[in-house]
């Protein structure tokens, strides 16, 4: 079935590293969106990317969504502590735009 | 905060039982979702409801039902529980039902953390 793929699993760096998470689909995305969860949280959306190619900025986050749609990108510079937590990505299963499949997340551990 | 409201934060109960997991949308959101999030299984679609309509199934067990209000709070029943079904069950909320090409964005509540023991 159509699955949704996160890499890595985890990550950690020191305080000023940057990070990225990818988030790779199976099938073609009409849209992907992105959360963060903190941990003892709840996931909160971030953003949403619809175009091929489409990169969207968010301070120090970067988004990209892949021209043929089936992979998206989140970039974080200059990573600070506030950044710890969980990255999903999310897309809408084919041919049904109301179900949404996530990805596992990227656990993000940042040493100050 | 989301304004998603979701009662109760704990729940611990035995195996058997039954349990109800309820969730009040924010003020104008007639779309609610249930998740199920383990560690092991990320965060797992359950069901969808759209103002008082089942729109969506995922992978809800046939021991779990939902429904939604006219109100439009939904409520989540688990029945039958096994140590399995111990996770943090969310409730979210979003404006519309996700048609057009495009996924409304959810508003999570800050989760039901269910222990069965």
């Known amino acids: 079935g159509q699955q949704v793929m996160q890499i890595p699993q985890y990550q950690h760096v020191q305080e000023g590293e940057d990070f990225t998470t990818y988030c790779n689909s199976s099938t073609t995305l009409s849209n992907i969106q992105w959360y963060k969860q903190r941990p003892g949280g709840h996931p909160v959306f971030l953003i949403q990317?619809?175009?091929s190619g489409e990169v969207k900025k968010q301070k120090r986050l970067t988004f990209q969504f892949g021209e043929a749609k089936k992979n998206s990108s989140l970039h974080i510079t200059a990573t600070q502590t506030t950044d710890v937590g969980t990255y999903f990505c999310?897309?809408?299963?084919?041919?049904?735009?109301?179900?949404?499949?996530w990805g596992l997340g990227t656990s993000l551990a940042v040493n100050p | 905060d989301s304004g998603v409201t979701q009662t109760p934060k704990h729940l611990i109960t035995a195996t058997g039982q039954r349990v109800t997991l309820r969730c009040s949308p924010r003020?104008?959101?007639?779309?609610v979702y249930w998740y199920q999030q383990s560690l092991d299984q990320g965060l797992q679609f359950l069901i969808q409801y759209y103002n008082g309509e089942e729109r969506a199934k995922g992978n809800i067990l046939e021991r779990f039902s939902a429904q939604q209000f006219p109100d439009l709070h939904s409520e989540l029943n688990l029945s039958s529980l096994e140590l399995g079904d111990s996770a943090l069950y969310f409730c979210?909320?979003?404006?519309?039902?996700?048609?057009?090409?495009?996924?409304?964005?959810?508003?999570f509540g800050s989760g039901t953390q269910l222990s069965v023991l």
């Open positions: 990317l619809v175009k």
């Open positions: 979210a909320s979003s404006v519309a039902t996700g048609t057009g090409g495009r996924n409304e964005k959810l508003f």
């Open positions: 003020s104008g959101d007639l779309s």
């Open positions: 999310a897309g809408p299963l084919s041919g049904n735009n109301r179900k949404l499949i």
